[in-house]
């Protein structure tokens, strides 16, 4: 198989919390926020029409624009991340029940053929966590491993 790289994010959507709770919580910065009836606007700030319908939360979990699976795994990662996040499974059961949604982004960029597999009691770990997993898979595309 080949290398590839990846970048994770934990992002929070939610009907009615403020964002400024979510990084008091989990005690990590935000990539990005928005609160929930405020003015929608780009993630350059030029303003959109309307207003957010729901506040929303990402922050990166890992330092650098990408990680290599030189480096790390990417199921490696996700087991790391698992154990770094354990102590907020209250919060984020708190976050589920009152309509929240939690999950990890995932962007995956490949040039060639590559592959993971995540194990059941990874995926166990993840589900007990309340996050989902979304990939954005870039084959071929803005991978220069070298």
Known sequence: M?????CVSLSIMH???DPAVITSRLGV????H?????QRVTTKGVPLPGLNKESFWLATL???ERLSSESISI?????????RLTQHREFFRELASSGGYLEYFIG?????NFSATLEPVLMAAI??????IGFDVYAGEGFEHT
Do not use: C, M
Request: glycine share 18%; net charge negative; hydrophobic share 30%.
């Open 75 to 83: 199921e490696q990662f996700l087991a790391d991340a698992n154990g």
């Open 62 to 64: 890992h330092s650098g």
């Open 108 to 112: 995956w960029f490949g040039g060639g």
């Open 2 to 6: 080949s290398a590839y790289e990846f």
């Open 127 to 132: 589900a007990d966590l309340g996050i989902s």
């Open 34 to 38: 928005r609160t929930v009836g405020e």
């Open 29 to 32: 910065s935000p990539k990005r």
């Open 15 to 17: 009907p009615s919390i």
